[in-house]
T-cell receptor, first 115, second 115 residues
Framework: AQSVTQPDIHITVSEGASLELRCNYSYGATPYLFWYVQSPGQGLQLLLKYFSGDTLVQGIKGFEAEFKRSQSSFNLRKPSVHWSDAAEYFCAVSNYGGSQGNLIFGKGTKLSVKP | DTGVSQDPRHKITKRGQNVTFRCDPISEHNRLYWYRQTLGQGPEFLTYFQNEAQLEKSRLLSDRFSAERPKGSFSTLEIQRTEQGDSAMYLC?????????????FGDGTRLSIL
């Protein structure tokens, strides 16, 4: 069965420091992968997606993610974190091998930013 | 593009009562999804519609839950005889399935609290 694992429940970084959030997936075929961000009491905003092609994808707000098939990973990175990046981040894979299916989410990583 | 709209944003009710939530998708989107998110977890898929047809229901959708999308536009999710375990954020998402590159767009959710 498809699944997504986000090993880190909570991460704290200093403002201006670099960030990497880990995501591992289990999927039999080529996955469609997503990163969403959620602020408290809000819905989910798409940061970036990977469907095919270049394995390094750029997203909004200065985020990027790299798809590594050999490691079944899709880690999210940002070179310099801003206080406004504090939120919860969810990695997801699309069911049925395409963007048409429902999403399977990880449990999320909560990011705190120290001044 | 006004985004996905959900109403109400918050609902507090007593155990055993019925509740109904509404979702208005982005107007040209033919697919509509419902997810449930409990505290500390990622969203979990409940059901989805293609136009007015309900195409898939998760095992999480017990017989106390019913969803409709009568004219292929807005959707309602009803929970009958609510239980403590129904307390969660209910998220709606929509997309245009004819555009394979398009991801799901989420609303801000309805937070349900059962007293």
């Amino acid at each position: 069965a498809q699944s997504v694992t986000q090993p880190d429940i909570h991460i704290t970084v200093s403002e201006g420091a670099s960030l990497e959030l880990r995501c591992n997936y289990s999927y039999g075929a080529t996955p469609y992968l997503f990163w969403y961000v959620q602020s408290p009491g809000q819905g989910l905003q798409l940061l970036l997606k990977y469907f095919s092609g270049d394995t390094l994808v750029q997203g909004i707000k200065g985020f990027e993610a790299e798809f590594k098939r050999s490691q079944s990973s899709f880690n999210l990175r940002k070179p310099s974190v801003h206080w406004s990046d504090a939120a919860e981040y969810f990695c997801a894979v699309s069911n049925y091998g395409g963007s048409q299916g429902n999403l399977i989410f990880g449990k999320g990583t909560k990011l705190s930013v120290k001044p | 593009d006004t985004g996905v709209s959900q109403d109400p944003r918050h609902k507090i009710t007593k155990r055993g009562q019925n509740v109904t939530f509404r979702c208005d998708p982005i107007s040209e989107h033919n697919r509509l999804y419902w997810y449930r998110q409990t505290l500390g977890q990622g969203p979990e898929f409940l059901t989805y519609f293609q136009n007015e047809a309900q195409l898939e229901k998760s095992r999480l959708l017990s017989d106390r839950f019913s969803a409709e999308r009568p004219k292929g536009s807005f959707s309602t999710l009803e929970i009958q005889r609510t239980e403590q375990g129904d307390s969660a954020m209910y998220l709606c998402a929509s997309r245009d399935s004819y555009d394979s590159n398009q991801p799901q767009h989420f609303g801000d959710g309805t937070r349900l609290s059962i007293l």
